[in-house]
C-alpha cells in the first residue's frame, strides 16, 4: 500500500492527505479500487444471494439463477401471515429492550462508581466483569434447563431474560466505564463545590454527558440479546416464548428434506434490516463502542 | 494481580483531597450502593448457575423417576473424556477455531490496511464492512445454507461439482469456517483499523526518507505496532470461537463432522435428557474457554488497571 505515492516526486504532507480528494492529495492507486471492489462483492454478496433466494417461489427456487425470473412477495406475505413468526418477533422485542434497559441501568450506577469514585478492589471488580463476558453460554444454560422447570420460568420471558442479563449487564459495564472515563471530571467538580451531592453530579452532569456512551451500550447490548441463540433454544419448548433466532432455526429443523429456504430467507432479510439500518445510523457509536470493548479493553 | 490493586488503590488516596467530604453519602458509601446491585445479579444470573451446574455434573440422575439422583463424583467426566464422539467434538471446535481465527487475522488485516490507505472508498468501507456484523448469526447461517445447499445456491455450479457442502464430512465443516470467516472478518479488519489509525504517519515518513521499502515498512513499522491490537483481537476471537453453537445447530444440525463442545454438551441435556453427563461436558467446555480467558485478561491487564486507575 501506498508504493506509489512513496516514488511520487513531492508527497504530500500526512496531515494533508487524510483529506480525501483534497487537491494535491496523492492519486489512489487503480489496483486499490478493485480491492475496494472485492472487499464490498465479499460483504454484500451473500446477502444479496439471500434476497435473491427470497423473492423466488416453486420452479424458480432451484433454478439457480443469479436473480428472480419472476420476482414475488409471496414468502413475505406468507411469514407475516404466520403467526410463529410475529410472536418471535414480539418475544424478541420484549426480551431485548427489557434486558438491555435493567443493564444499562443497573450497569451505569456500577459503571459510573468504578470510573469516578473512590474505592478499594475495583480491579477485581473490573477483571470479574470482563472474565463473564468471556463465559460460554453453555455453561449457563445447562443448569438453567433443570431449574427454570422447577421453579415454573421455563419456556417464559422471564427465563430468558435472566440469562442474557449474564452477559448484557457485564458488557454494558465495561462499556461504560471506559466512556465515562473520558468525560472531564472539572464539570462534575464544579457542580460539587457549588453544593451538589455526589448523586446529584452523577444525575444532573454525568448522565446527559454520558448519553453517546449510554447510546453505544445500549445498542451493543440490544444487538447482542436480539442475536442470543443458545439460550433461546435451549430454554424455550413453543412459540409463546421463543425469539426470532429461534424461530428461524425451527423453521429450518422441522423438516429436513424440504426445507421452506424461500420462507426463511424472507424471515431473514425482514430481521436484518432494520438491524442494518440501526447499525449503519449509528456506526460511528459502535465501531467506538467495540474498539473500547476490545481493543482499548 | 492482587499485589496490583492493592498499589493502585493505595496510591489514590495521597492525592489532594477536594473539598467533597460534607455532603450527600460518602464517596464509599456511595460507590458501594452503586456498585452492590451489579454485584448481587452477577452473583444470581453467573456465579449461581455456574455453581448449580457444577452441582448437578457430579450427580447421576434417573431416566426413570424424575428428580431421583444419587452422587457420582467425577464419573460423568471420565465418562466425557472417554467418549470419542466428546473428543470429536472437541477437535471439530480446535480445527474451526484455529481456521477461522486465522482466516479473519489475514483477512481483517487486509481489509484493514485498505481501508487505511483508500482515499475515496474509505467511507463506503466502512459501512459496508459493518453488514455482515449486524447481520444476526441464525441468518449467516441461512445465507450459508442458500449458497451451498444444492439446488437452491451457486456454488456447484461455479465449480463444476456436485459436492454435498452440508452434508459430508470435511466439506461442512468448511462451510461453517468460511460463514464465520464472512462474519467476523470485518470485525476483526475494524479493530485492526483502530489499532493502524493511532500509528503516527511521521514514523513512515522518516522510513521512506531513510530509503525503506513499502514491504519493509510493513513488516518493520506497521506490524510491531499492531501486534497489542492484532493479540487482543485474536484471543478475544478465539474465545468466541471456542464457545461456537449457532452456525453448525442451523447449518448442518452439528451433524456431518461439526458437532462442538457446545453443541455436544446442548444435545446431551436438553435432546437426550442426560443431565449429568451433560452439565460434565458444559464445565468442562467452560474450563477450556476459562483457560484462554485467563491468558485474555493477562493481556488486557494493563489496560483494565488503567481503568481502575482514580
Redesign the interface.
Known amino acids: 500500500?501506498?508504493?506509489t505515492t512513496?516514488e511520487a516526486p513531492q508527497?504530500a504532507p500526512?496531515r494533508r492527505?487524510k483529506k480525501?480528494?483534497a487537491a494535491g492529495?496523492p492519486k489512489?492507486p487503480w489496483w486499490?479500487?478493485v480491492?475496494?471492489a472485492a472487499?464490498?462483492v465479499?460483504?454484500?454478496f451473500?446477502?444479496y444471494?439471500?434476497i435473491n433466494?427470497s423473492l423466488k417461489t416453486g420452479a424458480d427456487?432451484?433454478s439457480?439463477k443469479?436473480y428472480p425470473p419472476s420476482p414475488t412477495l409471496a414468502n413475505y406475505e406468507s411469514i407475516f401471515q404466520n403467526g410463529d413468526f410475529t410472536r418471535a418477533l414480539l418475544n424478541s422485542a420484549v426480551v431485548s429492550v427489557t434486558t438491555t434497559v435493567l443493564a444499562l441501568v443497573?450497569?451505569s450506577?456500577?459503571a459510573?462508581?468504578?470510573?469516578r469514585?473512590?474505592?478499594?478492589?475495583?480491579?477485581?471488580?473490573?477483571?470479574?466483569?470482563?472474565?463473564?463476558t468471556?463465559?460460554?453460554?453453555?455453561?449457563?444454560?445447562?443448569?438453567?434447563?433443570?431449574?427454570w422447570s422447577d421453579i415454573g420460568i421455563y419456556n417464559t420471558w422471564i427465563g430468558l431474560i435472566?440469562?442474557n442479563?449474564?452477559f448484557a449487564?457485564?458488557l454494558a459495564?465495561y462499556i461504560l466505564?471506559?466512556f465515562f472515563?473520558e468525560i472531564p471530571k472539572d464539570l462534575e467538580?464544579a457542580a460539587?463545590?457549588d453544593?451538589?451531592?455526589?448523586?446529584?453530579a452523577f444525575r444532573k452532569v454525568v448522565v446527559p454527558l454520558a448519553a453517546p456512551g449510554l447510546a453505544t451500550a445500549g445498542i451493543l447490548t440490544f444487538?447482542g440479546v436480539?442475536?442470543e441463540?443458545?439460550f433461546a433454544?435451549?430454554l424455550t419448548s413453543s412459540s409463546s416464548a421463543r425469539t426470532?433466532?429461534a424461530a428461524?432455526?425451527f423453521f429450518?429443523?422441522s423438516t429436513q428434506f424440504e426445507?421452506p429456504?424461500g420462507t426463511?430467507?424472507a424471515a431473514?432479510v425482514v430481521?436484518?434490516i432494520p438491524?442494518?439500518f440501526?447499525?449503519?445510523f449509528f456506526?460511528k457509536r459502535?465501531?467506538a463502542g467495540?474498539?473500547a470493548g476490545?481493543?482499548?479493553? | 494481580m492482587a499485589d496490583a490493586t492493592t498499589s493502585v488503590t493505595e496510591a489514590a488516596p495521597k492525592q489532594t483531597q477536594p473539598p467533597r467530604r460534607s455532603k450527600g453519602l460518602s464517596e464509599r458509601r456511595l460507590a458501594f450502593l452503586m456498585v452492590s446491585p451489579s454485584m448481587l445479579l452477577i452473583a444470581l444470573v453467573a456465579a449461581y448457575p455456574i455453581g448449580y451446574g457444577i452441582w448437578l455434573s457430579l450427580h447421576e440422575y434417573s431416566v426413570r423417576v424424575a428428580g431421583l439422583s444419587r452422587w457420582a463424583g467425577l464419573r460423568n467426566y471420565t465418562t466425557a473424556l472417554g467418549d470419542s464422539e466428546w473428543w470429536a467434538a472437541f477437535w471439530h471446535t480446535m480445527i474451526f477455531a484455529g481456521a477461522s481465527v486465522t482466516l479473519e487475522l489475514v483477512i481483517g488485516l487486509g481489509m484493514a490496511m485498505t481501508m487505511h490507505a483508500a482515499f475515496r472508498g474509505q467511507g463506503i468501507l466502512r459501512t459496508v464492512v459493518l453488514v455482515p456484523w449486524a447481520v444476526l448469526t441464525v441468518v449467516t447461517a441461512v445465507m450459508w445454507r442458500t449458497m451451498f445447499q444444492s439446488p437452491l445456491g451457486f456454488v456447484n455450479t461455479i465449480l463444476g461439482t456436485d459436492t454435498v457442502w452440508l452434508g459430508d464430512e470435511p466439506y461442512a465443516l468448511i462451510v461453517i469456517i468460511l460463514a464465520d470467516v464472512w462474519k467476523t472478518a470485518p470485525f476483526m479488519a475494524l479493530l485492526i483499523l483502530a489499532g493502524l489509525q493511532v500509528i503516527p504517519s511521521e514514523i513512515y515518513e522518516a522510513a521512506k526518507v531513510d530509503g525503506a521499502t513499502a514491504w519493509q515498512r510493513f513488516t518493520r513499522i506497521t506490524l510491531p505496532l499492531l501486534t497489542p491490537a492484532i493479540l487482543v483481537a485474536l484471543i478475544f476471537r478465539t474465545l468466541d470461537a471456542l464457545r461456537v453453537f449457532d452456525l453448525p445447530f442451523v447449518l448442518t444440525n452439528a451433524k456431518s463432522g461439526t458437532s462442538t463442545l457446545s453443541t455436544i454438551a446442548q444435545e446431551t441435556f436438553a435432546s437426550n435428557r442426560i443431565y449429568g453427563l451433560g452439565s460434565a461436558m458444559a464445565v468442562l467446555t467452560f474450563l477450556i474457554v476459562m483457560a484462554v480467558s485467563l491468558i485474555y485478561i493477562r493481556t488486557v491487564g494493563g489496560n483494565i488497571r488503567g481503568l481502575a486507575e482514580d
Open positions: 500500500m501506498g508504493a512513496a508527497a500526512a492527505r480525501t480528494g492529495a489512489t486499490l479500487y480491492v475496494v472487499i464490498v465479499f460483504c454484500l451473500p446477502f444471494w439471500m433466494i427456487l432451484t439457480g443469479a443497573v450497569g450506577f456500577c459510573y462508581a468504578l470510573a469514585l473512590r474505592f478499594r478492589g475495583k480491579f477485581p471488580i473490573l477483571a470479574l466483569v470482563l472474565s463473564i468471556t463465559f460460554p453460554a453453555i455453561a449457563i444454560a445447562a443448569p438453567l434447563f433443570r431449574l435472566i440469562p442479563l449474564t449487564l457485564p459495564i466505564v471506559s472515563k467538580e460539587l463545590v453544593g451538589a451531592t455526589y448523586f446529584q444487538i436480539w442475536n441463540f443458545l433454544i435451549t426470532v433466532p428461524i432455526a429450518t429443523g426445507l429456504l426463511i430467507s431473514s430481521i436484518s438491524l442494518i440501526l447499525v449503519l456506526q459502535i465501531v467495540l474498539t476490545a481493543v482499548k479493553g
